[in-house]
DNA sequence: AATGAATGAGAATTCATTCAT
DNA sequence: AATGAATGAATTCTCATTCAT
């Protein structure tokens, strides 16, 4: 009940969680996230107040880690072409994708599951306002430019996920897909 | 000679589902499901050996639903374009989308549960192997070309959702989204 | 409901029932006996009003079966000695029974059963009155002659009954147990 | 830390099952036998994890009660005649199973209840070895000291059961009964 | 009479959460 | 604060029995 205070203990709850959702589902126990987290079963308790708490955290957690991810200095940077910029934030996401695919997958099921609320979706939304933006102010296609800007960001979160599914069955291929993914994200914006 | 089992009941079970776990996940329970069917509780276990089964059924199903509406006899007329042909099926996805978001949001879920078995997701593919395979031959985009079939099949339902994700924020817009969506995709192809 | 008539298809639930229970215990589902018999379901309920109707009749059969089995004509027959007699009787449960395990295992289940009624165990006795009496006759002990007759049928069954239990798990050694067995019956009565 | 598992309450949890299961058999509820035993009806599977597990501790726990009841220093002493050693234990036996036929029921239900592993059941055996050997020692038969010691404490144990049982339908005549009873025993482990 | 689908009252667990230690 | 035993509501599934065919 009191607020804690391990921050370590925090994350060590959300990353078991994370490792038991990949594996079992939004439906995995509570118990099974402490032990793996090596706290008891009541202490996640007092970390987050009930398990949908938990499961909210996760989603924005992982959301915004998949955000620092994708969104560092190098947008700011003005130096590279819009093109090049939009890949460097492409190539961040799928190799982080890769390197992470519990993460990826549980996101996938937190994305859909009705146990995290509307509001957090926005919330988990918010952080990328700034990148959209940017894809947005890429876009001289006639036919996207007239779109909100999440558009174009939801455009390549789904691009890159459908990537990230087809390396995950045949990693040799990373690279491959990658690019092509890329490809047909830069062309999806449309011609100048 | 007794009551022979009844593919009227089997579908309502089947309906019945897809209304409750668009709402309370995968994690709905039977006994739910069972009473808005209209059977008994025990009755959902003659048609189904356990909930798993259940979920795997109206997986499969649902994804053949799907293409039997993205799938019509469209493809076979030569007279059309392949652009024309391919907006056809985009635009039955997504009105099939639209005015089935209960279907869509319960596919997506099992599409990401651990309950939903390799084997199921693989049968659900099976059934789009043609409009891949379609799909793919209308590319003359460098880039695309290389990419196995399903991978286009999988970026035009990757699309189709991101913009059926934003008409149901946004319905008045269903047009403009449809076709701006439709573009994107038809662009990420690549030029000719 | 109505009485029925194939007296083949009672025979063959008793029998399946046997089957069942030598497997499963009391608590085998009487679809699966109802299956073994090849009958449907409801069929059954036909034959035996209900589950313990079936026990019920199931152990009397059994009862009665061994009783048939040891009291022949041979008690009747004065030319033998009375060890001898004795011992015929005793052959012939341990022949039965190890002939028969699931019905000497299902006879000890419901003997034990609290789905058997008393009554039913009581009839279960009556056939054997005569056989007790008759061995009670044999006694010439100081000890066992002052005992009721049906202490000295049990003290056979007991015995009996070990002396299965162990040739079961040694088979080879029959003979051996069979005789062992018997001469411990026979001393157990006393010396004359 | 937290409040440790009490051994009291796994013990209550047997007791009650000891009761339950006299009543109404192997198949009485769980949540029965947790109400009967004061604790709520999840805490019974803290203590065992599930029926079956309890019903293999319980058997083992009750014939290790009798083992204890059975084999005190008793046999130790050498003062003593074999057959007032045998007959020692065989009275300590007789007034346990008087004075609780609920645990003798319920020990006859699980020993023949296919719930009860063999393993169990050959660990149940176990503690009787040294009473056997010592059984085995009086045994100057021709008849019986060619068996397995088993076999003679078998015997015991199945002249014993069947004197308990006129016993119990006769109280009154214990004395009567459990002194036919061992003789009938001594007698038939055959003249020295 | 025979069939087997339909029923719904259990039965054994499970699990988020609380609370004694 | 941390622990893990205790709780009991909820869940899936079973099964004797009924009943439409």
Not at 35 to 60: H, P, S, W
Not at 146 to 170: C, H, K, N
Not at 180 to 185: H, L, R, T
Request: charged content about 20%; hydrophobic content about 40%; aromatic content about 8%.
């Amino acid at each position: 009940m009191a607020r804690p205070r391990s921050e370590d203990k925090r994350n060590a709850i959300l990353n078991a969680a994370t490792q038991v959702i990949a594996v079992d589902g939004v439906s995995a126990p509570t118990a099974r996230i402490a032990k793996l987290a090596g706290v008891a079963e009541g202490t996640l308790f007092t970390y987050f107040n009930n398990k949908d708490e938990l499961l909210n955290e996760l989603y924005l957690q992982l959301k915004s880690e998949l955000r620092e991810v994708m969104v560092p200095d190098a947008l700011t940077a003005t130096t590279k072409s819009a093109k090049s910029a939009a890949q460097q934030a492409w190539t961040r996401y799928v190799s982080w994708g890769v390197a992470h695919p519990q993460k990826r997958k549980v996101l996938a099921q937190l994305g859909v599951s009705e146990r995290v609320t509307e509001q957090s979706k926005a919330a988990g939304m918010v952080g990328f306002t700034e990148l959209n933006a940017f894809l947005s102010r890429c876009v001289g296609s006639k036919v996207l430019r007239q779109q909100p800007a999440p558009f174009v960001g939801s455009l390549l979160g789904a691009i890159a996920e459908t990537t990230m599914d087809f390396i995950s069955r045949d990693p040799p291929r990373l690279e491959q897909y990658s690019r092509a993914g890329f490809e047909a994200f830069w062309n999806a914006l449309g011609p100048k």
